[in-house]
């Protein structure tokens, strides 16, 4: 087994390059790109709101804008890139309404696309901001978006491993010969490494974004710790058990004896192409992974974060414990993912005292 030496740090840190900031600078480029094709107004609302959100938050508003402008360009038979910003005072909340209704199955670059009620519920929440920027600023007369109701949400069931499963999941990854032929070499080439990072999604509850942007050096092995970027830039401490530590050092191992692996490089997880390992990758070594084990349910990282938050909850039974840990701003949305862990534990509790035994005398 091998711990990090202060060399590994060093080298780990003669990157300035942050991630995350990278991530924004892209972003940001992205939006850049996006304004040239929406309203010219839409400028002053994207830059004026950089004070209070995100570059991911603008550059997502920037999609979400060049959807509702085409639309309203087919609708009003009049050019994008032509409308003034008195188009916001012509439009009606019928308008708005009869957006979101065409949303349910739509076009985009020649690319047919559905929308459930959450995603129209994202893109009300973005014309209404556009609105309300406007308006509080006295440039149009009217906010009709206010006027148009956020679409029901029909709660999902909450899909997550339960009982056996993640024990039989890390099992079946773990093992040297869970598959056939070819694709067993490739799966002990990969094992170590996806058997830590499914390790620390289980033992964490991390975001799948928080965990592709992780360093070598962003982890302390002596406090069993790691700082972590949420959402929103935020930096927070997260800590894991002995079993996610195993897991972390028996890969650092294997990595730092990957020769092609650039010295510089400090990404803690790295691709078969020795490069930072993407988002997608890992959703497809967890879909694959969990098929073998789990084939009726369709888990995925977020799904294995709410694993995390499940069995979190059912040991400490804080749900505030469970909103901090998982970096939720509000702990109404935790409590919202796990109210049906509250009803079986209330029927569990219902269940423990008998009327006659229990209140004998």
Not at 85 to 91: G, K, Q, R, V
Request: net charge positive.
């Amino acid at each position: 087994m091998v711990k990090k030496t202060d060399d590994q740090n060093d080298k780990n840190k003669v990157i300035s390059n942050n991630y995350y900031n990278d991530r924004s600078e892209r972003s940001n480029d992205k939006t850049d790109e996006l304004i040239a094709e929406l309203p010219y107004f839409c400028a002053e609302f994207l830059y004026g709101t950089a004070n209070n959100t995100s570059a991911l938050t603008r550059m997502n508003y920037a999609y979400d804008l060049r959807i509702f402008f085409e639309y309203i360009s087919k609708v009003k038979k009049i050019k994008v890139t032509d409308m003034q910003l008195s188009i916001l005072d012509e439009l009606k909340a019928y308008d708005i309404e009869r957006f979101l209704n065409y949303l349910s199955n739509y076009v985009v670059r020649n690319k047919k696309e559905t929308c459930d009620e959450r995603g129209k519920a994202r893109k009300l929440s973005t014309i209404r901001a556009m609105y309300r920027y406007f308006f509080n600023r006295d440039k149009i007369q009217f906010n009709v978006a206010s006027k148009v109701e956020t679409p029901k949400l029909h709660e999902k069931e909450i899909i997550r491993l339960e009982g056996d499963e993640v024990r039989r999941l890390l099992e079946f990854v773990e093992n040297d010969d869970s598959y056939d032929g070819k694709k067993n070499a490739y799966h002990k080439k990969l094992k170590t490494r996806d058997f830590a990072i499914l390790s620390l999604f289980l033992g964490t509850g991390i975001r799948i974004s928080e965990l592709v942007g992780l360093n070598v050096d962003d982890f302390d092995f002596d406090k069993n710790s790691f700082v972590v970027t949420r959402k929103g830039g935020n930096r927070t401490i997260l800590f894991y058990n002995d079993e996610v530590k195993e897991a972390l050092y028996d890969w650092l191992d294997v990595r730092y004896s990957i020769k092609e692996v650039d010295p510089n490089d400090k990404a803690m997880f790295i691709s078969l192409k020795n490069q930072r390992i993407s988002t997608r990758a890992v959703q497809v070594l967890v879909k694959n992974y969990a098929q073998q084990v789990t084939p009726l349910k369709n888990i995925t990282p977020h799904k294995l974060r709410s694993t995390f938050g499940t069995n979190l909850y059912r040991q400490t039974g804080d749900i505030y414990a469970v909103s901090d840990f998982l970096g939720h701003k509000d702990v109404n949305t935790t409590r919202k993912h796990y109210a049906a862990v509250s009803k079986d534990s209330r029927k569990h509790s219902a269940n423990i005292v008998s009327l006659k035994d229990d209140y004998d005398t």
